[in-house]
Structure formats: C-alpha cells, structure tokens
DNA sequence: CACTAACGTTAGTTGCCCTAACGTTAGACG
DNA sequence: CGTCTAACGTTAGGGCAACTAACGTTAGTG
C-alpha cells in the first residue's frame, strides 16, 4: 500500500463505497432497478403516499430525478401518480402491488449485499462501523438527522 | 430517521462518502482540480516517474480517464510526458516542479478536510474506522492490496 | 512474417448528484 | 379582485467518477 492519499479517510471512505454500491447495483439490475427506484420504494413503504417534492425531501433526490425515477417506476407498473384534488399543483404517489413485490425483492437482494460487504468484520466490528457512518452522516448532512 | 433503506451499511456508506467527496471536491475545485489529478499527482510523487499504464495500475483509474486527466494536467503545466526511447508505445510521466507545489497545496486542502470528515470522532474511533475501511477495501479489491 | 498483446487515444455510456428555466396552481396581501 | 411570491412538477442539461468499445502504433514471440 502507498503512503499519501491511499490513507486518507475520505479517499478510503470514497473507494469502499464506490465498490458497496457496485454490488448493490449489480443486484438491482438484476432486477430492472437503480438506487433511486428502491430509495423512492421503500420511502412509499415506510411513510406511506406523497407527493414528488415530499419523495423528494424524502429520500434526498433531487426533485428533478425524482421525476425521472417516478417516470420509469410508472413505465413498470410498480407506482401510480394521480393529482391531488386538495391542491392540483401536486400528484400523490402510490406503490402498487406490483411495486411492493418488486421492492420486497430488492430488499432482499439489497441484504444479501451487506453480508459480503461486511464479510470481514465480526458483529461487533460491523455494528461499530454503523454507529461511525451513522454519526458521521449526522455531522455532515444534519438538515436530515433532524427528522 | 425511517428505516429499512437508511439503515443498509451500503446506503450509509455512499451517501457518507458522497458527502466527504464533495467536501474534498470542493477543496480541489479551489485550486483548479480534481480527484483524479490529485491521485496521479501522487502517485508521481511517491513512486516516482511511470507510463501512463502504471500509472492506471497505481491509481485504479481506468487508462481513458488517465489520458483525459493527463492532458488537463499537462495543460496546466503540472506533468510532462516524454515518449520513453526504450519503448515507443509509451509515454514517461513525470511532475513538474509546479506540479510538486500543486501538489503540495492540494495534501494540505485534503487533509483539512479529514478533520472535518472525522470532528464527531475520537482519535481511537478514528483509527478503528480507518483501519475497519481499509479491511473492507481489500476485501472487496483484492488486486489492488496485492501490490 | 503473422499474430498477440501492450500502449495510448478518442468517443461514448451510465448513475448519482446537481443547476436552470418554464408553466400551472395556491395562498397571501393590499 | 389583482398582483406577487412560492410551491409543484416537467424538461433539458451539466459535472464527475467509473466504465466500455474501437482504433492505430509498437513490441515481442513463434
């Protein structure tokens, strides 16, 4: 290993994820999906229907990928938009039957991951790293810890 | 904070890195650069001059963004490349004193940003996380800690 | 000499994250 | 009631990292 920027935390932080998020996205396309779509799934699960920009603040994406990834989930049946009469301006998004099968398969194929992600850390080393990004992540996104 | 999608070690792991990418990334773009122009800088530094194919091995970039890097880094005056006599396939890269001080200035930025990145750690929550991402970077690519 | 591989270049794609401009709708205010 | 600001959603686009594919030149091997 080279000294310099191969121990830079940000640099370590940035490569480990990039390959965690190639399996992740290897799996998901597997199954037709990306990121986005079960980010915008599991946010209908969770919280129930909202509309885009509530997906939006949600989930993190941006308001302009949403309706992309909202495009592509109506494509596939697994979400329905439909306007809300309270306030035109809006559409409300629900998951579909489909959506929910499809999403409960992306969890699963999304779990699996973790386990080779974390294959060489014992359980207490895994759940040290969790608390660590999750505190982490608090620190430099804030505006979402405060939920 | 909602579960199931938040809680994945790999969703905690890219948003927090895309978050410390972007701390870094803005320190860079200060100075007029990137990531990669940084990693090739050092590697330079550290392993002394090479071929633009060792310097793809070294870096983990992949060889075509190494020639787009390379050219804006020989525009700015940071490198220069040589064909090497001994093999004309190649081309010999090697920093510039302006490079060097480049360099120099973009380690410093860098390393700022590390205290950012880590302020709600501990030295020794440091130290575990920076060796729990290292472990968990060659294990997901090997090659790169074979060298 | 033919073939394979290495080197470097060019052009492009994908996904994530982001900006800007626009039209419609809602609510506040005078 | 009319004007203004903001919210909502859409469209089009960009930057960066990471990656793929095709091509021409050079080197080494059989």
Redesign the interface.
């Known amino acids: ?5 191969d ?4 640099w ?10 190639r ?2 996205a290897a799996e998901f396309a597997a199954e037709g999906a990306r990121g986005y779509h ?2 915008l799934l ?2 209908l ?3 129930g229907p909202a509309s885009q920009a509530d997906l939006g603040r ?1 989930t ?1 994406i941006h308001f302009s990928d949403v309706v992309a990834s909202l495009n592509e989930l109506t494509t596939g049946g697994w979400i329905a938009r439909t306007p809300d009469p309270a306030d035109r301006r809006r559409n409300v998004v629900t998951i579909t039957p489909t959506g929910l099968h499809r999403a409960e398969v992306l ?1 699963t194929r ?2 699996a ?2 386990d080779h ?5 014992s359980q207490e ?2 759940a ?3 608390a ?10 804030p505006h979402e ?1 405060e ?1």
Do not use: N
């Open positions: 290993m080279v000294p310099g920027v121990d830079l935390p940000s370590l932080l940035t490569q480990t994820a990039a390959q965690a998020g399996l992740v079960y980010r599991r946010s699960i969770d919280e949600r993190g969890a999304a779990a991951v973790q992600l974390l294959a060489p850390l080393e895994r040290a790293f969790v660590t990004l999750t505190k982490l992540l608090h620190h430099l996104r810890s939920e």
